[in-house]
């Protein structure tokens, strides 16, 4: 049974920074895709960042280039997202997700619809 729980977030004014975490358990991810996506107001949800560890392989969303770095903690089985230089615009609920990797870094892209274990989500506030 996979479990993920996120932490982390919180709320910040615009120019500052966070660190999200994804505990895990129940699942190899060092060897599967684990993402970060995000719901924000009046918005659907989408992809953020995505990581296929086996590999070192990592995918941005445009949006979050150059800021947030999607890293692993194999050790502690976790999952960060650092997230710096925040905007109003990341405003967010944060989810943290999982999905085979069938072997191949490209099944990791952050696809919304291709990740199939979520978390419950933990809340980002970006104020101007």
């Known amino acids: 049974q996979v479990q993920l729980v996120e932490s982390g977030g919180g709320s910040v004014q615009a120019g500052g920074s966070l660190r999200l975490s994804c505990a895990v358990s129940?699942?190899?991810?060092?060897?599967?895709?684990m993402g970060w996506f995000r719901k924000g107001p009046g918005n659907e949800r989408e992809g953020v960042a995505a990581i296929y560890a086996a590999a070192g392989r990592t995918y941005y969303a445009d949006s979050v280039k150059g800021r947030f770095i999607i890293s692993e903690d194999n050790a502690n089985n976790t999952v960060y997202l650092q997230m710096n230089n925040l905007k109003p615009e990341d405003t967010a609920m944060y989810y943290c997700?999982?999905?085979?990797?069938?072997?191949?870094?490209?099944?990791?892209?952050?696809?919304?619809?291709?990740?199939?274990?979520w978390g419950q989500g933990t809340q980002v506030t970006v104020s101007s």
């Open positions: 129940g699942y190899t991810y060092s060897s599967n895709c």
């Open positions: 997700a999982a999905r085979a990797s069938h072997g191949d870094s490209w099944y990791c892209r952050p696809d919304v619809y291709e990740y199939n274990d």
